[in-house]
């Protein structure tokens, strides 16, 4: 029973994965140039680095999201108690 939960959420997740790789690879953000530097390096310009956040480097802030979310269902996991049945 818990190997087809597993399963589903991977399903899930690699169902969501693979549809973003192919709306990037459709809008072609992959061959984007690299963003400038925007602000000062010590003080910065949250709005910049928020903009830029969801804009210019999606992609890796969603892979990001993806990567700490199965992180989080791995520690649930892990840290889970047996039920004594």
Partial sequence: ?????????????????ALELVILAVQ????RPVAKLVGNV????????GASLYTTFLFPFEL????????IFGAVVLARRESAE
Avoid at 1 to 17: P, S
Avoid at 28 to 31: D, I, K, L, N, R
């Fill in 1 to 17: 029973r818990i190997i087809h939960r597993q399963r589903f959420f991977a399903m899930v997740a690699g169902i969501a994965l």
């Fill in 28 to 31: 072609g953000s992959f061959s």
């Fill in 42 to 49: 010590f003080g910065g310009n949250t709005e910049a680095v």
């Fill in 64 to 71: 990001a999201s993806l990567v700490l979310l199965v992180a």
